[in-house]
């Protein structure tokens, strides 16, 4: 890829706990080892909007413990299930506020590649692409890889 000489290059990963987010982590961190980079395996995590009886209001901020716990726990069982334990150097936890398309944009600024899940934990089965895989295919300071769940990670002939 196309890093400065001597430099590594950087790889961002969307992870959500979610089957496609699992796929993308693997195929990450198997690109990395080929290009000895590295990569930074990135979970946003916010607040659920609620309704009240004065309109949508921000949840109160007791869960943000509960939930950013939550979405650590979801990024550290990813990256155990999924990264072999001698490329687990590779990987950079990254746990971040925000919606999960503005967090991975932001993150994938000065990356040499993002890597995304066709699909998280919402939206539409359906669908061909989720709306953050859409979101960053749209606006991604750098290339995007759309790894599909169900499908073998290609061995590249090592």
């Known amino acids: 890829m196309g890093g400065e000489p001597g430099q590594q290059d950087r790889i961002v990963v969307g992870v959500d706990g979610s089957d496609s987010s699992k796929e993308a982590l693997r ?61 687990v150097a590779r990987v950079h936890r990254s746990l971040a506020y925000g919606t999960p398309a503005a967090v991975l944009l932001d993150q994938a600024k000065g990356a040499d590649l993002l890597v995304i899940g066709s699909h998280g934990h919402g939206g539409f ?10 979101h960053c295919t749209q606006h991604a300071p750098c290339p995007v890889v759309v790894v599909r769940s169900g499908h073998e990670v290609p061995d590249h002939g090592t």
């Open 27 to 87: 195929w990450a961190v198997r690109q990395a080892e080929l290009t000895d980079g590295v990569v930074r395996a990135v979970t946003a995590w916010e607040y659920p909007p609620l309704y009240g009886s004065i309109g949508w209001i921000d949840a109160p901020q007791e869960l943000a413990g509960d939930l950013k716990g939550v979405a650590s726990r979801a990024l550290d069982d990813a990256i155990e299930e999924v990264v072999p334990p001698a490329q």
């Open 125 to 134: 089965t359906g669908a061909l692409l989720g709306s953050v895989g859409q």
